[in-house]
């Protein structure tokens, strides 16, 4: 099915199914790792917010409606991962900021850990993926303009985290420069 909007090559569009009216996806399309994602995000928000033990916000999060749609494993590893490397991923995060980081908002904050904690750890996930599942929760979770601030940040990171898939897709005109 496609719709009467054409691609740069001229060929039409495929209309995508599973979005709400503002773009982000609907719960029913959302993968196991995009529900662990949001979760993860939720609970990260908890902790930059509110400081909240991560073991409290761990069993909180988990007793959410809907978690068991979510892959508990890759949630453990972006919640925990990215408390126990908070530091570390900052200090990634810091050089790409045109701000102080407590200037920028923790939904933001919490989605580019989890973006630069998946370009570490999470390798079986293409960055690609990484970029766009975090644009995505951006979108959905955060400020207006947050998901091109996220957007700027991880695509100036992946080069440097994941250097030999930036290059091959670089290689294959499917990354931008």
Known sequence: MTDDITTDSG????????LK??????????????RAREFALQALYQYLVGRNDPTDIDHFTRDLAGFHKADAAHYDALLHGSINESAELDA??????????????PVEHAVMWIGVYEFKH???VPWRVVLNECIELA???GGTDGHKYVNAVLNGLAPSLRPAEVEADRATGKARP
């Open 21 to 34: 009216a503002t773009g982000t996806r609907k719960a029913s399309a959302k993968s196991n790792r995009s």
């Open 92 to 105: 990634l995060i810091l050089p790409l900021l045109d701000r102080k980081m407590e200037e920028i908002s």
């Open 122 to 124: 999470c390798l079986d």
């Open 11 to 18: 060929k039409p569009r495929q209309t995508r199914t599973g």
């Open 139 to 141: 979108k959905e979770f």
